[in-house]
């Protein structure tokens, strides 16, 4: 058993919502602001059409430059631009979801972070190990925390050498673990993406694709 400080993790997303995007500081005088997205292709935000923060407030984006945007706030059905600094300025930090049943299906042997989190993880004979409780990605692969009662988070790397069954509909999934297995220590900063993940083919070395849920186009999995 070898201990490791914990990695960078995906975030722990609200139920049934995924986090696309974070409107950041005003940029000018007319309403502006600097947008940071988490599509794969981050011109492809605009693409999803209305966005709600955690309130439920709606937007949409329309951008003017690189990762510079103009926000519309949506209120029955009816767009008002954000037009001038102080409205936009009261938007920073404002974190944009989806909601989840509003993203195409994943491709074969793809899944959301979203619908990962909170499957039960069981061993091959059936014997609950715990929950999947975040998704981390170390750069070279996606892993799953599963959280233990009474006992350490256990890391275990999202493949089909240690993940052989993900079982949406029965929310469980099966459990090979390696020979070695990551204890988690300390956590560390946050790191959010939407794209589904991809389990690999060997135990942990394999870089898994991740595909933007619109354009199903390929990119490189978070550094």
């Excluded at 999803?48 to 690189?66: C, E, H, I, K, N």
């Excluded at 074969?108 to 990605?137: N, P, Q």
């Excluded at 790397?157 to 390696?178: E, K, Y």
Aim: aromatic content about 4%.
């Amino acid at each position: 058993m070898r201990r490791r400080p914990r990695p960078r993790r995906l975030a722990e997303l609200p139920d049934r919502l995924i986090l696309l995007g974070i409107i950041g500081r005003a940029h000018g005088v007319r309403g502006q602001v600097r947008v940071t997205s988490h599509t794969a292709d981050p011109a492809g935000l605009t693409d999803y059409g209305p966005l709600s923060d955690q309130a439920g407030r709606r937007f949409t984006l329309r951008w003017v430059g690189g990762g510079i945007a103009e926000v519309f706030d949506v209120t029955d059905g009816k767009k008002v631009k954000i037009a001038d600094r102080t409205a936009a300025e009261r938007l920073t930090n404002t974190k944009l979801f989806i909601e989840r049943d509003r993203l195409p299906p994943p491709e074969d042997d793809e899944y959301y972070l979203a619908d990962l989190i909170g499957l039960d993880a069981v061993r091959a004979d059936g014997t609950r190990l715990g929950a999947v409780s975040v998704v981390h990605d170390y750069g070279a692969g996606v892993s799953l925390e599963i959280e233990r009662d009474g006992a350490g988070s256990l890391i275990i790397p999202f493949t089909m050498a240690c993940v052989p069954v993900v079982d949406l509909s029965g929310r469980r999934l099966t459990i090979v673990p390696p020979d070695e297995i990551d204890v988690v220590e300390t956590p560390s900063p946050v790191s959010e993406n939407p794209a589904p993940a991809k389990r690999t083919g060997s135990d942990r070395s394999d870089n898994p694709r991740r595909y933007d849920p619109l354009s199903g186009g390929e990119a490189e999995a978070a550094a």
